[in-house]
């Protein structure tokens, strides 16, 4: 009788307030999503620029070495946000290899999308040049 008397009930009359979902992207305001951008913008620590550059990505899993094929989405003095083609854990040692200009850096997976292929990279060292950034 009481799982039943709960079942009838409305969700948010069951849920306390705090558990209320966020209002999707679509339903904030213009004035509200530039609020949210001007926040992410600061807690970033170096600005993005969106670009498209391929590279290579390697990386050591156990006693073999493996290579992926990549392609950046947007880039920073600091990493990248990349379409990788291969499904790698989070916190992953990679090294990433611009085949046009010669250059490779160390870096970490730090984040992970929804997708398996979509990845953010931290570069160990971070810098404006791998990229061909303009500082």
Same mark, same amino acid.
């Given at each position: 009788?009481?799982? @039943?008397?709960?079942?009838?009930?409305?969700?948010?009359?069951?849920?306390?307030? *705090?558990?209320?979902? @966020?209002?999707? =992207?679509?339903?904030?305001?213009?004035?509200?999503?530039?609020?949210?951008?001007? *926040?992410?913008?600061?807690?970033?620590?170096?600005? %993005?620029? +969106?670009?498209?550059? $391929?590279?290579? !990505?390697?990386?050591?899993?156990?006693?073999? $070495? %493996?290579? &992926?094929?990549?392609?950046?989405?947007? +880039?920073?003095?600091?990493?990248?946000?990349?379409? +990788?083609? =291969?499904? !790698?854990?989070?916190? *992953?040692?990679? $090294?990433?290899? %611009?085949?046009?200009?010669? *250059?490779? &850096?160390?870096?970490?997976?730090?984040? $992970?999308?929804?997708? =398996?292929?979509?990845?953010?990279?931290?570069? =160990?060292?971070?810098?404006?040049?791998?990229?061909?950034?303009?500082?």
């Amino acid at each position: 009788m009481g799982l @039943t008397f709960l079942l009838a009930l409305p969700l948010a009359f069951i849920l306390p307030a *705090r558990f209320s979902m @966020t209002p999707l =992207a679509s339903e904030l305001s213009a004035a509200q999503t530039q609020q949210l951008e001007e *926040r992410w913008a600061k807690m970033r620590s170096h600005s %993005r620029a +969106v670009t498209s550059q $391929r590279f290579l !990505l390697e990386w050591e899993e156990g006693e073999q $070495r %493996r290579t &992926a094929n990549a392609i950046t989405v947007d +880039v920073s003095e600091s990493g990248c946000m990349a379409v +990788v083609g =291969a499904d !790698l854990p989070f916190n *992953r040692e990679v $090294r990433l290899v %611009r085949p046009d200009t010669g *250059r490779s &850096a160390q870096g970490k997976v730090v984040w $992970r999308g929804h997708e =398996a292929w979509d990845v953010g990279i931290a570069l =160990a060292q971070p810098d404006p040049s791998f990229w061909g950034l303009k500082s």
